[in-house]
Protein backbone atom coordinates (compact mmCIF):
# COMPACT_ATOMS: atom_id res chain seq x y z
CA UNK A 1 0.00 0.00 0.00
CA UNK A 2 1.38 3.44 -1.08
CA UNK A 3 0.10 6.71 -0.45
CA UNK A 4 0.59 10.08 -1.15
CA UNK A 5 -0.52 13.30 0.87
CA UNK A 6 -0.48 16.39 -0.65
CA UNK A 7 -0.44 20.00 1.44
CA UNK A 8 0.27 23.15 0.78
CA UNK A 9 -2.63 24.57 -0.64
CA UNK A 10 -5.07 27.49 -0.01
CA UNK A 11 -6.25 31.06 -1.28
CA UNK A 12 -4.13 33.73 -2.65
CA UNK A 13 -4.44 36.61 -4.72
CA UNK A 14 -2.98 37.12 -7.61
CA UNK A 15 1.05 37.64 -8.04
CA UNK A 16 1.22 35.34 -5.13
CA UNK A 17 3.26 32.56 -4.11
CA UNK A 18 2.09 29.10 -2.86
CA UNK A 19 4.24 25.88 -1.63
CA UNK A 20 3.05 22.25 -2.15
CA UNK A 21 4.38 19.34 -0.63
CA UNK A 22 3.61 15.79 -0.89
CA UNK A 23 4.82 12.81 0.98
CA UNK A 24 4.90 9.05 0.22
CA UNK A 25 4.37 6.40 3.08
CA UNK A 26 4.05 2.93 2.70
CA UNK A 27 5.42 -0.20 1.72
CA UNK A 28 7.32 0.37 -1.46
CA UNK A 29 10.91 0.03 -2.29
CA UNK A 30 11.21 2.48 -4.44
CA UNK A 31 9.87 5.52 -6.05
CA UNK A 32 11.24 6.84 -9.77
CA UNK A 33 9.60 9.97 -11.16
CA UNK A 34 7.17 11.97 -9.17
CA UNK A 35 4.98 14.80 -10.34
CA UNK A 36 2.10 17.05 -10.49
CA UNK A 37 -0.83 17.12 -12.04
CA UNK A 38 -3.86 19.89 -11.51
CA UNK A 39 -7.89 19.39 -12.48
CA UNK A 40 -9.55 23.54 -13.61
CA UNK A 41 -12.70 24.13 -13.66
CA UNK A 42 -14.66 22.99 -16.72
CA UNK A 43 -11.19 21.56 -18.10
CA UNK A 44 -9.58 18.09 -18.23
CA UNK A 45 -6.57 17.03 -15.90
CA UNK A 46 -3.25 18.35 -17.02
CA UNK A 47 0.55 17.50 -16.18
CA UNK A 48 1.60 20.55 -14.33
CA UNK A 49 5.54 19.06 -14.07
CA UNK A 50 7.55 16.17 -13.41
CA UNK A 51 10.47 15.43 -11.87
CA UNK A 52 13.20 12.16 -11.76
CA UNK A 53 14.48 10.18 -8.92
CA UNK A 54 17.90 12.45 -8.22
CA UNK A 55 16.52 15.45 -9.05
CA UNK A 56 18.49 15.98 -12.28
CA UNK A 57 15.46 16.13 -14.75
CA UNK A 58 12.44 17.95 -14.43
CA UNK A 59 9.95 18.83 -17.09
CA UNK A 60 7.08 21.23 -16.89
CA UNK A 61 3.62 22.58 -18.72
CA UNK A 62 4.07 25.63 -21.18
CA UNK A 63 1.97 27.39 -19.07
CA UNK A 64 4.06 27.28 -16.23
CA UNK A 65 7.42 27.67 -16.96
CA UNK A 66 9.37 30.79 -15.48
CA UNK A 67 6.60 30.48 -13.10
CA UNK A 68 6.67 27.05 -11.07
CA UNK A 69 9.57 25.12 -10.13
CA UNK A 70 9.67 21.47 -8.56
CA UNK A 71 11.91 19.70 -6.42
CA UNK A 72 12.40 16.45 -4.61
CA UNK A 73 14.14 16.50 -0.59
CA UNK A 74 16.36 13.62 0.63
CA UNK A 75 13.44 12.80 2.78
CA UNK A 76 12.05 11.53 -0.91
CA UNK A 77 8.93 14.65 -0.54
CA UNK A 78 8.19 16.28 -3.79
CA UNK A 79 7.45 19.93 -3.58
CA UNK A 80 6.06 22.44 -6.28
CA UNK A 81 7.38 26.21 -5.72
CA UNK A 82 4.37 28.23 -7.74
CA UNK A 83 5.07 31.89 -8.05
CA UNK A 84 3.47 34.72 -10.09
CA UNK A 85 0.29 33.14 -9.46
CA UNK A 86 -2.24 33.84 -12.14
CA UNK A 87 -6.24 33.33 -11.70
CA UNK A 88 -5.98 30.97 -14.20
CA UNK A 89 -3.81 28.61 -11.86
CA UNK A 90 -7.05 27.64 -9.91
CA UNK A 91 -7.57 23.95 -10.24
CA UNK A 92 -7.23 20.93 -7.55
CA UNK A 93 -3.85 19.81 -7.69
CA UNK A 94 -2.83 15.93 -7.58
CA UNK A 95 0.54 14.55 -6.63
CA UNK A 96 1.43 11.63 -8.84
CA UNK A 97 4.57 9.01 -8.21
CA UNK A 98 5.54 5.89 -10.23
CA UNK A 99 6.81 3.46 -7.79
CA UNK A 100 8.24 0.00 -7.17
CA UNK A 101 6.36 -1.55 -4.82
CA UNK A 102 8.13 -5.23 -4.35
CA UNK A 103 10.82 -6.76 -5.99
CA UNK A 104 8.62 -8.82 -8.23
CA UNK A 105 6.32 -5.60 -9.18
CA UNK A 106 5.95 -3.58 -12.15
CA UNK A 107 6.41 0.43 -11.61
CA UNK A 108 2.61 1.76 -10.89
CA UNK A 109 1.22 5.18 -10.50
CA UNK A 110 -0.10 6.26 -7.66
CA UNK A 111 -2.30 9.62 -6.76
CA UNK A 112 -2.91 11.96 -4.05
CA UNK A 113 -6.31 12.99 -3.14
CA UNK A 114 -5.55 16.88 -3.90
CA UNK A 115 -5.31 20.05 -2.30
CA UNK A 116 -7.60 23.15 -3.68
CA UNK A 117 -5.62 25.97 -4.92
CA UNK A 118 -7.53 29.12 -5.82
CA UNK A 119 -6.38 32.46 -6.97
CA UNK A 120 -8.55 35.67 -6.83
CA UNK A 121 -8.34 38.08 -9.10
Known amino acids: QVQLVESGGGLVQAGGSLRLSCAAS????????MGWYRQAPGKQRELVAT???????TNYVDSVKGRFTISRDNAKTVYLQMNGLKPEDTAVYYC???????????????WGKGTLVTVSS
Open 96 to 110: NANVKQYTWSSWMDY
Open 26 to 33: GSFLRINA
Open 51 to 57: ITTDGGT
